[in-house]
């Protein structure tokens, strides 16, 4: 592993989208251990991070249960309260209601990062709740997944509800800050424009697992230009463009939290 922290292969070059098509790839690297010195709880392990622990120091499981269990073990040694937060994790409701839970975790990391003016969410406060969330939801996936306790279709379906939570959240906080900058994208008509983002591959499928790399295409409708924004207007290709760097740095900047996609 060359250079600790970084993922195993960079993410592919931006490709800014064109009217009616554009790509952008975000590669997913191996889990990589946080790299904070401190240990939560005075160093005391919660059951599921002392059950990772033993299956990494003793078990006779495979090289990739050994690299997922210290995976969990050293996410919950390097995070004060993830511990309890995958005891509560663990008990995973059925997949209908599995996003739900996602989407609710996430609102709550927002809420704790949030400007307490009531303020919008800052980029990085974006950036932090998005790397905590796939913290919580690889770790808490690679604990029932250590026990025995889910099938493929679980990890599966856990693993594309979260890219597609932390694509579509993103993708709001990110476009909103550009509007108010640059106003709302608006085609000849002056209808309003949005930036589609198609989850192509695996992603598609929903079959990503815990090492797929993400293959994203940007589609937007109409050429035209920004209206209402503090800066002067701005053509549609152009606002486009730049929200899709914007998102794909959401996902893919390494943070001393790591990264998401």
């Known amino acids: 592993r060359e250079g600790e922290g970084q993922p195993a292969h960079p993410p592919a070059q931006e490709r800014p989208p064109a009217r009616g098509a554009g790509q952008g790839d975000v590669d997913v690297a191996q889990p990589q251990p946080q790299q904070d010195e401190q240990r939560g709880g005075a160093g005391q392990d919660h059951g599921v991070l002392a059950e990772a622990r033993g299956a990494a120091g003793g078990s006779p499981v495979t090289g990739a249960g050994v690299a997922a269990a210290l995976e969990l073990a050293n996410a919950g040694a390097a995070r004060t309260g993830l ?88 993708l709001a906080v990110v476009s909103a800050e550009l509007e108010a900058l640059y106003g709302e994208p608006r085609g000849p008509q002056g209808e309003r424009l949005a930036l589609g983002v198609v989850g192509m591959g695996k992603l598609g499928g929903r079959e990503l697992n815990v090492s797929s790399d993400i293959d994203l295409i940007f589609v937007y409708e109409e050429d035209g230009e920004t209206a209402g924004g503090q800066r002067s207007p701005i053509a549609t290709q152009d606002f486009f463009t730049r929200l899709g760097k914007r998102l794909i740095g959401a996902l893919a900047e390494v943070t001393a939290d790591g990264y998401v996609f």
């Open 83 to 170: 511990a309890p937060l995958l005891e509560t994790g663990a008990d995973v409701p059925p997949p209908e209601h599995l996003r739900e839970r996602i989407d609710a975790r996430f609102d709550a990391l927002c809420a704790e990062g949030a400007d307490a003016g009531g303020g919008p969410l800052s980029e990085d406060a974006l950036k932090r709740a998005l790397r905590r969330l796939r913290t919580e939801v690889f770790c808490a996936v690679m604990e029932r997944d250590l026990a025995g306790e889910a099938d493929v279709a679980e990890v599966t379906g856990a693993m594309t509800d979260l890219a597609e939570t932390t694509i579509q959240r993103a």
